[in-house]
């Protein structure tokens, strides 16, 4: 799982966690199931059967991959609409290429991220390049759905181009936990994804027997996926494994300790780390739209489908 890797861990920048800070506990652990999605490219649904409530801001988020393609195998999806959030493609493993109906797009890959602010809506398709879907290979990353506030839902669409040199990169007093820091504070540490909702997204990575406690904001929720390992969270130690999500209470650090012994396919712990101020609005999701009622829902697919929501651009390889 290479991401974004530096060679001597004590070089980099440590985590300080204040005196007297509070661990947040476990409140539920849920394993994701597995599904595909696009033209077929499997998936661990990793928000499946918890409260929304428990995941303001976000809304959804799926773990792609890890799969090892074979030559022809590689899959994405086709021209679709997104209306009222942001999707984050965050390319672990591989490489995965955007296009948009604002014509913004373009490769992501081994740490990269992509950061699209549907808004008031827009049109793209995500698919691995052409010389990917020749040569077969390993393809993983995940996407996050991150909700808009009513006040933003109308917001010109935008894309960030995040590339994974340039996010944030810390580690713990003890070298024993790598920690990208991608969008938010931590610490005073900051990465690069601008948001709409305030929010954080760390990549952390732990050797075996590691114990890393993340400052965290107190007005944040807090979410740990586990990408690949097994380990536990939470001051209680709960223990959770690869595809499972833990939602933590409140206070002011997240922790997560790696066991001190790792499958060989999965030699360290790998998490990723989220959380954000809740929104506290209703939320009516169908399909592609998240949106505060269903009038909206409705409203969404009628401008769709009478193009208000763009057009699908020339294809610049035809």
């Known amino acids: 799982m290479p991401a974004v890797t530096v060679d001597d861990l004590t070089a980099l920048p440590r985590l300080e966690v204040p005196a007297g800070a509070r661990r947040r506990p476990a409140v539920s652990v849920t394993q994701a199931p597995s599904g595909f999605e696009g033209e077929g490219f499997p998936v661990r649904r990793a928000f499946a059967g918890v409260d929304l409530a428990s995941l303001d801001p976000f809304v959804h988020m799926d773990q792609m991959g890890e799969v090892e393609y074979a030559p022809g195998e590689p899959r994405g999806t086709a021209w679709h609409p997104h209306r009222g959030f942001e999707t984050v493609t965050y390319m672990i493993d591989g490489t995965f290429q955007h296009r948009d109906s604002t014509g913004g797009g373009g490769l992501i890959t081994n740490g990269d991220t ?4 549907a808004g008031a809506g827009i049109l793209h398709i995500e698919r691995p390049p052409e010389a990917l879907v020749a040569s077969g290979g390993l393809f993983h990353g995940v996407q996050l759905w991150v909700n808009l506030p009513s006040a933003d839902k109308w917001v010109p669409p935008r894309y960030q181009d995040l590339r994974g040199e340039s996010v944030g990169l810390v ?8 920690v990208r820091v991608i969008a938010g504070q931590i610490g005073g540490h ?3 994804g601008a948001t709409h909702t305030p929010m954080a997204m760390v990549h952390a990575t732990l050797a075996p027997g590691a114990e890393l406690e993340l400052p965290w904001n107190p007005e944040f929720n807090a979410l740990v996926y586990v990408l690949s390992g097994s380990g536990a969270v939470a001051g209680t130690g709960r223990p959770v494994a690869t595809g499972q999500l833990a939602v933590l209470g409140a206070g002011d650090t997240v922790v997560v300790r790696a066991d001190g012994r790792q499958e060989s396919r999965s030699p360290e712990l790998d998490v990723l780390v ?12 169908y399909g592609p739209f998240v949106m505060n009622s269903r009038a909206e829902i409705v409203q969404a697919f009628e401008d769709y489908q009478r193009g208000a929501l763009g057009t699908v651009p020339a294809d610049p390889s035809a």
Not at 171 to 178: M, Y
Not at 274 to 285: D, F, Q, S, T, W
């Open 171 to 178: 580690s713990t007093p003890d070298g024993g936990a790598l």
């Open 190 to 192: 900051g990465g690069p």
């Open 114 to 117: 992509q950061w699209m602010t």
């Open 274 to 285: 989220l959380g954000g101020r809740p929104i506290g609005e209703p939320v009516v999701a």
